[in-house]
């Protein structure tokens, strides 16, 4: 799986649950409602990074996927919860 197809899955995911979770009326779970772009951002980068883990890569993919991480931690910082 290729990171854009992860992106894709990820974000195909994402929006059903949303899409399920805002049908259903309750959730009974942590969503309460709607998502702004950057928590939605975040998850979806969570689930890809998800999807990306125990696929081979070689050194410069592992620096290339740290990098990538870095800048977007700096642009988007990780949703904190509590």
């Given amino acids: 799986m290729t990171r854009v197809e992860a992106l894709l899955a990820a974000d195909e995911f994402v929006a ?8 259903a009326g309750t959730t009974g779970g942590r969503f ?40 977007l931690d700096q642009a988007f910082p990780p949703l904190r919860t509590s």
Avoid: H, Y
């Fill in 16 to 23: 059903k649950v949303l899409t399920s979770a805002s049908s």
């Fill in 32 to 71: 309460t409602g709607a998502l702004n772009l950057a928590e939605r951002v975040d998850l979806t980068l969570r689930v890809a990074r998800f999807l990306l883990e125990g696929q081979p890569s070689s050194e410069t993919d592992d620096i290339l996927k740290r990098d990538m991480r870095n800048e």
